[in-house]
Structure formats: C-alpha cells, structure tokens
C-alpha cells in the first residue's frame, strides 16, 4: 500500500492563481480531510469527507473547495490564490469505524506571493 | 476559548531525561485520546491512542487521561534524540466525529 499520497510536494503560486492539490489513499477509508498547518497555529481543518459524494466544511474553509467523487480521490481547489494561503497542506484518512488511526500524506509547501 | 490547549514550548530536555508533555480540553464530550509524532518536515503519525479515562503504556511511552479534570498527558522515559519532534495532542467525541488538534509542543533531546 501506497498510505495516502500527495502531489505536488512545492508549488508558487501568484496571487488570483488558482490550483489543485491532489490527494489519494490506497487504503479503501471512507474519512478523507484537508487540514493546513501554519507556525504556532497546530493543524486547522480545512474541508472534509466522510465518504463518495459527502463533503463538509471545517474550521478555515474560506478560499477552498472540495470534491469527492470516488472513494480514493479527495482533491483541494484554490479558486484565487491569496498570501494567506501560503502554509503546509496535509491530506489525511481514515476507516471511520472503531479505534482507527488517521493516516497522513507527506504534505504540500504552498508559497503564494 | 479553543476546544484543546497545548503549550507549544518550545521543550529541551537532555538525553535520559523524563518528558512529560500536556493538553487540556473543554468538550466532555470527548472520548477518544491520541498522540501524534511529527519530524520536521514530515506528516503527523500517530504515536498513542487512549479510549477514555485511564493510563496505555507502550514500552518507553505512557499515555494518561483524566476526564474528569479534562486532561490529558504523555510521558516520555528514558529520552532519545530521535525523540525530536513535535508532538501534537488530539481527541474526538464519537466515531465519525472530527479530530480537534492541539497547537503541538516541539520538543528536543540533546545528547
């Protein structure tokens, strides 16, 4: 198993740019989320999944969309890149059931000037 | 008031020394207790999970959870300088429910 997988590992942005982040876990969990992690401030949670088609917002959902049209796929859309969007991005998951732990992809470095 | 408090520290400590790390929290609702390890530069991964009140030991790691003073905490024997990291507190009150994270406390053990 792959765990869960991130792309791109850097990216620049300008500011207005819009971009992706991809995620992907090989692991069949239904619990996928976004969370951003910036100096002092710990892991905020963006937007997040609890299977095919179901999506919510989290804590900083501003300036974010998401989809989740497969069970393994849970991309993260920039419509309008913004300086404050500049921050470490982690995609995790999760089964959902019991005493699961939650996995965590390596995280994207997004600098938006 | 934010759902769950973590001093960030930073914490240095020398190697053989015993760490103690701790968070605190507001919702009773909470059941489910973790910690996670993160190295710089690196994902979160998790180190110890505690179901409710009540100690888990996991050989020089001990996890403690005191809910009724909505507290929880984890020790560290015997520490190593590949115990450098950030270690991160988290805690959800149901199965499906969302993980509350705490700032995370940076901790380093000098040889």
């Known amino acids: 198993n792959a765990g869960v997988t991130q792309t791109p590992k850097f990216q620049v942005l300008k500011t207005g740019q819009s971009m992706t982040l991809q995620c992907a876990q090989d692991?069949?969990?239904?619990?996928m989320s976004w969370y951003r992690q910036d100096p002092g401030m710990g892991l905020r949670l963006i937007h997040y999944?609890?299977?095919?088609?179901?999506?919510d917002q989290g804590e900083v959902p501003n300036g974010y969309n998401v989809s989740r049209s497969t069970t393994e796929d849970f991309p993260l859309r920039l419509l309008s890149a913004a300086p404050s969007q500049t921050s470490v991005y982690f995609c995790?998951?999760?089964?959902?059931?019991?005493?699961?732990?939650?996995?965590f992809g390596p995280g994207t470095r997004l600098t938006v000037l | 008031q934010k759902e769950v408090e973590q001093d960030p520290g930073p914490l240095s400590v020398p190697e053989g020394a015993i760490v103690s790390l701790n968070c605190t929290y507001s919702?009773?609702?909470?059941?489910?207790f973790m910690w996670y390890r993160q190295y710089s530069r690196k994902g979160p991964e998790l180190l110890m999970y505690?179901?409710?009140?009540g100690n888990k030991e996991d050989g020089r790691f001990t996890a403690q959870v005191d809910k009724s003073s909505k507290y929880i905490s984890l020790f560290i024997r015997d520490s190593q300088p590949s115990d450098s990291a950030t270690y991160l507190c988290a805690m959800r009150g149901s199965t499906l429910g969302r993980l509350y994270f705490g700032r995370g406390t940076q901790l380093t053990v000098w040889p």
């Open positions: 919702n009773s609702a909470f059941q489910y």
């Open positions: 692991m069949n969990h239904e619990y």
């Open positions: 995790a998951s999760r089964s959902g059931t019991g005493s699961d732990e939650q996995f």
């Open positions: 999944s609890v299977g095919a088609g179901i999506t």
């Open positions: 505690t179901y409710s009140s």
